[in-house]
């Protein structure tokens, strides 16, 4: 099977494109409008760019009316969101943040969410979460699509502060990942979880080579 998406509809049942990319990591997202209302939400469209500095990166797709996600406004107007890892046992939560609330509304309150706050600025981040990234914006990059919901905005931010709950380190310094159990998205409505992992080390792989493969800083 083979087709063009920029001119032809898949011959599929479903359209496969966001099923191919996969496993991607969820950006679960909270910021604070400039007027004081907090957002949480995630976007699946998330992933870390560099190590030295740290910088990430999150694709937030217009609704179709045009309005663009809080998300990206908030992070404009503030300067600051926090990524707040999303877990097997946070997903109910992550999945009712994904909700279309008015931005009046605060997702933690509709997910029944705790909050603790960020130590560089006023964001709210989730409490439950294992893991968190206070991200200082950086520039968004706009993408214009064929239609309003498939414009996008990139939006690029450092990560000036990471917290880690210590209770998901092993004795060796090391993320626990299978006792976190990071979810991540699949296509269609489906999720996957991670419960096992494996290592592989490049053969004849520099020392040099070998920090940049862990993130470790010049």
């Not at 939006?155 to 709950?165: C, N, P, S, W």
Request: glycine share 6%; with cysteine; charged share 20%.
């Amino acid at each position: 099977m083979k087709y063009n998406p920029p001119t032809e509809k898949s011959p599929l049942p479903y359209t496969p494109f966001k099923a191919l990319t996969v496993p991607r990591p969820i950006g679960w997202l909270s910021s604070i409008s400039s007027d004081g209302i907090e957002n949480l939400a995630p976007y699946s469209q998330w992933q870390n760019l560099t190590f030295d500095p740290p910088m990430v990166m999150f694709s937030a797709n217009q609704y179709p009316d045009g309005r663009r996600k809080d998300s990206v406004v908030n992070a404009e107007e503030t300067g600051w969101f926090v990524w707040n890892m999303a877990t097997w046992d946070l997903r109910d939560a992550v999945n009712i943040s994904a909700m279309a609330l008015p931005s009046e509304e605060s997702e933690f309150e509709r997910a029944g969410l705790e909050r603790s706050y960020a130590d560089l600025s006023n964001t709210p981040m989730v409490a439950a979460s294992p893991a968190h990234f206070e991200c200082r914006y950086h520039s968004t990059h706009r993408l214009v699509g064929n239609s309003n919901v498939g414009t996008i905005d990139v939006v690029y931010a450092t990560v000036e502060r990471i917290h880690i709950d210590d209770e998901f380190l092993t004795a060796d310094g090391k993320l626990d990942i299978p006792r976190v159990k990071p979810i991540a998205r699949m296509g269609y409505y489906d999720y996957t979880v991670v419960t096992e992992t494996f290592e592989m080390r490049i053969p004849g792989a520099s020392a040099a080579a070998a920090d940049g493969l862990e993130g470790a800083p010049a």
